[in-house]
DNA sequence: CGGAGAAAGTACCAGATTCAACTAATGTAC
DNA sequence: GTACATTAGTTGAATCTGGTACTTTCTCCG
């Protein structure tokens, strides 16, 4: 039998649904207005530009970013045509190919990363005590884990 | 001068976008693989279940579920193809329109919300403690109001 | 070795989402 | 009451996403 939600509960859900999707429209509104780049374009940069050598394995990236290999393969196609990162083959597996950020990337990372940690900033961190803050994290970082780790239980159960 | 985000506040923020993102693809694919139907479809179905008459105005629905109008033109008029509500025009404004629930329509809520509750009872309140749930609830309530109430100054402003 | 199976990536296709343009009805101001 | 701006909602094209099938390369084990 199905134990429902009672209505605290209920309505923490939604507000947790709720400033989500609030806050992802937002940043990427003012990604996209001033920078022309979305919260995903961003992400790659961010991932990229913390990486040796600027450059990661496709999956790698794709694993980091939380993105689908196909997804991540179009999408590295879109920011190659915009000339923000390039493909590498990969020497040590044939197989393989690396994203890398090219000084175009970089510099776009470095004129838009203000923009987005101000809107990080405004939106959640300002909004929030230190103390609400870090509690928004540990129940984030509990919960993302447990998916993780069911989703690898699950692959292992094959 | 931008104010970074030190590591701490990285590591929350990222893993506030971790939970997010894999707790959405985990729902939705139990929904989707059970049922049939996505999240944003059962939250139509949610929110005209618990309107009056088992109606919504499309822009109410589209508010109640933070979608743009056309996304939910799109989407109701993909629901109505496979029955689960129609459309219905408005005789007090005739522009408007009301989504319908259709009995289909309730009765695959009725199905798929013993799942879509247990997803979240499983990957949400299972993983945390009472207080620690109610920390992230109240502080995705106030993330959530604040950028409400800052798009309407800003509408209010043009 | 060599053959089966797994892994990395891409390509293709179908479905979803956005944006801008559009129709139709309502509200408002003179 | 007629013109202008607003609002409700839809439409179509362009873009983005996700699933699957495919190619190439690697790995493992006999």
Redesign the interface.
Known sequence: M????NP??Q???R?????????N??LNFELQCRHDLTIADYEILVRLSESEGKRLRMSDLAEAT?ASRSRLSHQVGRLEATGLLTREECAEDRRGSFAVLTEAGWQALVDS??TH??G??T???D??SKS?????????????A???Q??DQSLGRR
Chains 1, 2 share one sequence.
Request: net charge neutral; aromatic share 10%.
């Open positions: 199905t134990k429902w939600l605290d509960e309505q923490s859900w507000s947790f649904i709720a400033a989500w999707t609030l806050l429209n937002q939380l990363a203000p940690v101000t990080v900033r939106h959640v961190l909004v929030l609400e803050f870090k509690a928004l994290g540990d129940a984030c970082r509990k919960i993302a447990a998916i993780s069911e989703s």
